[in-house]
T-cell receptor, first 114, second 109 residues
Framework: DAGITQSPRHKVTETGTPVTLRCHQT?????MYWYRQDPGHGLRLIHY???????DKGEVSDGYSVSRSKTEDFLLTLESATSSQTSVYFC?????????????FGSGTQLSVL | RKEVEQDPGPFNVPEGATVAFNCTYS??????FFWYRQDCRKEPKLLMS???SGNEDGRFTAQLNRASQYISLLIRDSKLSDSATYLC??????????FGTGTSLTVIP
């Protein structure tokens, strides 16, 4: 357990509504990531953060924004949800020990956009 | 071209069998390599890192071939509890990790 909590675990929303997913970590890791997982695509990076207020885009960032105002929280926002954003969303932290770096994941959020 | 490619399977093997998965990656400068395990509707969990010299953890052996840009995972004496999807993960020289689509394994009694 890497101390990662995602909320909510499940969310059903309507097209056009804003949605915010939260990722909370308790171990002060610098790097945090948001991925989405869809059948046939594996996990794809949406955005990542390398520190407070420091974020960058990933492979599938269109339609998403992120914020990191505190080390422990990384928020993913869908400004106006679309059906194509129905997916499972995973937050991850990068644990760095010496030259070794590993990813650990939260439990995921199942988002359905109707 | 995908950064990481895996045979999706499915692999259906009897208990006690040995099964091997392969994965190829496209960026020759990739630095770190991993195998993750993902159970249905759960988050991926680190199974093992893959080191240049190869490494073993109990029934699991991982190998890296940098010249051919592939990674392998060998599972010996398969157990029912090994049934899962196995994800190949590669980290580049930056801050990004790339995932294969996963290989599905079902171990049959």
């Amino acid at each position: 357990d890497a101390g990662i909590t995602q909320s909510p675990r499940h969310k059903v929303t309507e097209t056009g509504t804003p949605v915010t997913l939260r990722c909370h970590q308790t171990e002060n890791h610098r790097y945090m990531y948001w991925y989405r997982q869809d059948p046939g695509h594996g996990l794809r990076l949406i955005h990542y953060s390398y520190g407070v207020k420091d974020t960058d885009k990933g492979e599938v960032s269109d339609g998403y924004s992120v914020s990191r105002s505190k080390t422990e929280d990384f928020l993913l926002t869908l400004e106006s949800a679309t059906s194509s954003q129905t997916s499972v969303y995973f937050c991850a932290i990068s644990e760095i020990k010496g030259r070794r770096e590993k990813l650990f994941f939260g439990s995921g959020t199942q988002l359905s956009v109707l | 071209r995908k950064e990481v490619e895996q045979d999706p399977g499915p692999f259906n093997v009897p208990e006690g069998a040995t099964v091997a998965f392969n994965c190829t990656y496209s960026n020759s400068a990739s630095q770190s390599f991993f195998w993750y395990r993902q159970d249905c509707r759960k988050e991926p969990k680190l199974l093992m890192s893959v080191y240049s010299s190869g490494n073993e953890d109990g029934r699991f052996t991982a190998q890296l071939n940098r010249a051919s840009q592939y990674i392998s995972l060998l599972i010996r004496d398969s157990k029912l509890s090994d049934s899962a999807t196995y994800l190949c993960v590669v980290k580049d020289t930056g801050n990004q990790f790339y995932f294969g689509t996963g290989t599905s394994l079902t171990v049959i009694p």
